[in-house]
């Protein structure tokens, strides 16, 4: 194995032969934690700031290693679509994720991982997916009632959201429904996301690292028992599907295999779905005018109509996510490692070499948006991208996001029924502030308010 390419383990040394394997491109901070603080504070300002004092790549360190930060539409479509299989997505986010999400899909390369997602894909067909928005239908529109009955959610809704979106997808995919239970599962999810942006990865106890791999412990066990509990008696969920899942030789899922899946999909279903749902209600709420242009959308539709056909007819809706996905992508940061030596964008990179991709900074581009920081909707009126990778939050090529679809529907549900229930708005003078490590989230607490209509 390349010297580069050894597992850099969690708290190990720094790879200084890696950093000078990539003297041949410009620095932007070499100082231990620089770049993670200002990807965690202002990634854009730093990302712009690179871009332009040193072009779209760089050398820099974060999460303790050389990296070779990507700026360009171009390297994200030439790095995900990986035509020679030189990219390695396990490697790329072995660090952020290898401890606490081991074997999720996200973390399994080439022949495995498409094994896997064969495995994987039939839950997220069309047929299954409304089933999933049916089931979704009843309990989002009761959720909405109690927060419209609460008048304001705190956190600018971030807290409301998260519990829907996790509530939903322990129903959707384990079929969980004690409360005590669901909110110990989020309770522990919430600890491994968190977890993912410890710096300092030491067990210490208390400390967010710790929490983290204690709530994956416990997550671990819980879902280890409900595997068995499928296999017995299959139900309408996700993890049941799995657990009857076949590959061409009749081969099934090991029980650690699927609990290792359902680790990995729980997160990356609930964490993202939450994150893109504040944003949309934050983004209306600063801008009424388009909630009106929703509402009336909304109303204008025939409630006998199914759901899924009802949902993808709700065309400025879908205009409006997308503009809330390229503003704030959930995932604004990739993660990939070379496995050989490769020439992209014209500079040769090493093999081994940690490469960060960044869809933020890529989609507010005014190379490819216009007004790139303005709520622009109607920008996506034309179905054509100005680029085919310049709008990636749900990345591409092999790893693309399974629950793109489940995901749009879903955010097509809540706000349906939002904006059928209520007008909301923020409080005079408050501006979101926004982070985007490890998940986009706003900084501040302030209320979203809600008025019945
Ligand atoms: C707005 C919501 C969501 C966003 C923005 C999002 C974003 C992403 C992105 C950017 C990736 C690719 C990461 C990479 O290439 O490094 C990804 C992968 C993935 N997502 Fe999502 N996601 C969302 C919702 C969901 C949901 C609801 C599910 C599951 C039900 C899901 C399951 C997955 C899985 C399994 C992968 C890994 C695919 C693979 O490695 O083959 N995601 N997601």
């Not at 490769?342 to 090493?350: K, S, T, Y």
């Not at 501006?431 to 209509?453: C, V």
Request: hydrophobic share 45%.
């Amino acid at each position: 194995m390349p010297d580069l390419l050894k597992p850099f383990p969690a708290g190990g040394t720094f790879n200084r032969r890696g950093w000078h394997a990539l003297a041949h491109l410009p620095t932007a901070g070499g100082a231990p934690f620089w770049a993670d603080f200002q990807i965690l504070r202002q990634p854009l300002v730093f990302t712009r700031r690179v871009e332009q004092h040193l072009g779209r790549m760089a050398r820099t360190v974060i999460g303790g290693q050389p990296q070779v930060l990507l700026l360009s539409a171009g390297a994200l479509e030439s790095v995900l679509l990986d035509r020679d299989r030189v990219f390695s997505s396990k490697g790329g986010w072995t660090s952020l994720m290898g401890e606490l999400f081991p074997r999720g899909l996200l973390l399994r390369d080439g022949d495995e991982h498409r094994h896997h997602r064969r495995l994987l894909l039939p839950s997220m067909k069309r047929e299954v997916l409304q089933g999933y928005l049916q089931r979704m239908e009843v309990p989002v529109r009761s959720t909405v009632q109690q927060w419209v009955q609460r008048a304001e959610l705190p956190g600018l809704g971030l807290p409301a959201m998260r519990h829907l979106a996790l509530s939903r997808a322990a129903d959707l995919l384990l079929a969980l429904h004690d409360p005590s239970e669901v909110r110990s599962a989020e309770h522990d999810f919430g600890a491994l996301v968190e977890a993912s942006t410890a710096m300092l990865r030491l067990p210490l106890i208390g400390r967010r690292w710790a929490r983290g791999l204690n709530a994956r412990t416990r997550l671990v066990a819980q879902l280890k028992s409900l595997t068995a509990a499928r296999r017995a008696h299959p139900g309408p969920d996700l993890l049941s599907q799995l657990v009857q899942a076949r590959d061409e030789e009749g081969r099934r899922l090991q029980d650690d295999e699927v609990v290792d899946h359902l680790v990995f999909l729980m997160m990356a279903a609930h964490d993202t779905t939450a994150s893109a749902l504040t944003s949309a209600l934050c983004l209306l709420a600063q801008h009424p005018e388009w909630q009106h242009r929703l509402r009336l959308e909304v109303f204008q539709e025939d409630p006998k109509q199914d759901l899924m056909p009802r949902m993808a007819a709700r065309q400025q809706m879908g205009w409006v996510i997308r503009e809330v996905l390229r503003l704030n992508p959930p995932v604004a940061f990739l993660q990939r490692q070379t496995l050989a030596s490769v020439e992209l964008e014209g500079v040769r990179l090493p093999s081994g070499a940690l490469l960060t991709l960044a869809p933020l900074h890529v989609q507010r581009d005014a190379r490819w948006w216009p007004d790139p920081d303005s709520f622009r909707p109607e920008r996506f009126r034309a179905s054509e991208l100005p680029h085919p990778f310049a709008w990636a939050p749900f990345g591409g090529g092999a790893h693309r996001c399974l629950g793109q679809h489940l995901a749009d529907a879903q955010m097509r549900l809540v706000l349906g029924e939002l904006l059928l229930q209520a007008r909301w708005s923020l409080p005079l003078g408050l501006s979101p502030q926004w982070r985007h490590a490890p998940i986009t989230h706003p900084t501040q607490g302030g209320p979203l308010l809600l008025q019945p209509l």
